[in-house]
């Protein structure tokens, strides 16, 4: 019952799609969930026809959420422009700590194999940590999660002529993972800035923020 | 009040010095620790007087923690080889899934600026991650971090003489942060296999991996 | 005597600064370089008054040079939006194959000690692989460099008051570094696409390319 | 015509394998190639019946070579303690400064799709830059990678059941990798330790740091 949300960088849809299967699946689990895109900033109108960004993640978004999902595609094997100028954008807003101990995943997509699958994840990782934010990767103990794609630092998804593989196990993957992230975002609220902090412990880390 | 487990490599000492902090700190906050080594398997003995392992950590510590603070030096601008061999002989257990939703920090030294800290408490989360642990990154977000040392994805430190520095600043990022790792390594803990999930969220993500 | 691009991406005056450096530094060793900036799509004019872009670099630059320098700051961890919508954008030249066993290095600078240095270069870094360079960092066999700022991947630069520190060291690593780099561009020029190589296993290097 | 060493480390048996591979495509193109293994430190050996090490890598080898390869499975997403205790045995010799300017390119193996293959390629290739060596990453810009496996990072391999794939991309890919792989280190030779720098510009590469 938290408030997630999911911020992706779409040039050719992959993406797009990913995060209306994100949002599915939290929202089936009682999240309350926005989808947000960013504005693609990289080639002429002409090039990119597929480029879809819906409503535009903004800083309000951000204020709003106890949770973050971002995803990204792999764009010489580091996150898109677009995702970037964003999170570039909104940096006040992070140093001010006001995402503290909320929780975040990444995910990403690549054109093949290994076009930096991993290390756009750990890209996007590190801007939660940037931000103050409580990492959930979804990791190798999962059996279920290896034989799909296996990324221990987040999810993702090698295209099949640019789309999301047409396969059962990507909404398996999405559901076991997005089912513990928002166990662990839940867990975590009461640690945010305005939680109501229940226990000692958790009241003297919010207070050590604020 | 949660276990916490702090494993250190420490071939010349300074990580034996930065462990023996974090266990005063995390004990003054209420928290059962335990302290624990690796062995040194580089260098013959008369290179490493200062090789400092006490007490070797073993599988018992790993199922015993609720929480999970490593510490390793960077040599050549990775995670030292006597750390990664602790965790490669731990790999069942960790692939086994009863890791799962533990706490998990990373913090590094250096003898130079830039000797690899960066990158080693980035190694550090990614086994974390592997785990299936939530990964607890200090942030850009907290002024007095970035006034100290600054590193956004596990704190480290610039050695003075293979000491870790005899100043103030030291003790007060540890502090701050061991703090916050402890907030939330206690709000894990419901999560954890074994735990007990008040909610329904909870134990559904709890659910998804028993 | 090879034909050096440095592209910089600069929010606040330092990494245009940086580039100037090594421009004088490149020249005075008898290279020909082209000094270029990218567009800053972040932030309002009036929020930075000292964004510098001077001339931007393009498709032509980048054909032209045998050896690549880029330079970037740390925001919030990575490389600025700004310097990686120049590399979106050109993607197809790169993809193409115009650019393999061009020398490739990296640079970066940050607010504090560990503001995302090691990771911005190390990022660069992996540009340069996509695009097919032959990577040069600076490496920690050089105690010379350790002492300045020790940063294997790539030289970096903790700024002092958002300037590059006022000490004789900046200029002695980047004169280090470059004549290094500059060596190294030399002997690759046969290898690239264009080169005349003297050897059969350079032709037969790029013959696998062509 | 260049010195090669390949140095693995081969717990089950595919980087053995892959080593064996490498030679033979090696030595075909003219190289003086060395194939050696490293100890394997984890597990009793009962449970490591095909861990190979064949002949131990040791300084004279460091020494002689003028190319590297080095190749690793993924364990727990990183590169092998083994392989890393040979790195940190030896990293006197590295600092040293008697590997300026060597190529080298790192390998890896995963047990399934992304088991770490980018990231362990990256720490190799880090290794590489800390002993001062010249990177030759595969790239994206040859479309025959990216069909095989793709990591512009280094090759890597996605293992069928412990072993390498048996299909015809993966010599595929290895020769033409290392076919370019030997055409750098042949154009590195001069600007080595002891190598003979015909040109001015190469001549003080090397002065800069004998």
Chains 1, 2, 3, 4 share one sequence.
Not at 77 to 83: I, T, V
Not at 127 to 147: D, F, K, R, Y
Not at 180 to 200: K, N
Request: aromatic share 6%.
């Amino acid at each position: 019952m938290s408030n997630i949300l999911v911020v992706y960088s779409s040039l050719f849809g992959a993406n797009a799609e990913l995060a209306e299967k994100i949002q599915q699946i939290l929202q089936e689990q009682g999240d309350q969930v926005r989808v947000r895109g960013v504005k693609q900033i990289v080639l002429a109108e002409a090039q990119k026809p597929d480029a879809r960004q819906g409503r535009e993640a903004n800083a309000d978004d951000l204020a709003w959420a106890q949770g973050f999902v971002l995803t990204s595609p792999a764009h010489t094997g580091l996150l898109s422009a677009a995702l970037k100028a964003f999170v570039d954008e909104n940096h006040d807003a992070a140093v001010s700590g006001q995402f503290l101990n909320k929780a975040f995943t990444g995910m990403s997509t690549g054109a093949f194999t290994h076009a930096g699958q991993e290390r756009v994840v750990d890209e996007l990782n590190a801007i939660g940590a940037a931000w103050g934010c409580i990492i959930v990767p979804p990791s190798t103990a999962l059996p279920e999660l290896n034989t799909a794609d296996g990324n221990p630092y987040g999810l993702s998804f090698v295209l099949d002529k640019g789309k999301l593989p047409d396969q059962p196990w990507v909404e398996q993957a999405l559901a076991l993972h997005l089912r513990r992230f928002s166990g662990v975002t839940a867990a975590l609220v009461p640690l945010q800035i305005g939680g109501s902090a229940p226990t000692e412990s958790r009241a003297s880390a919010i207070t050590a923020f604020s």
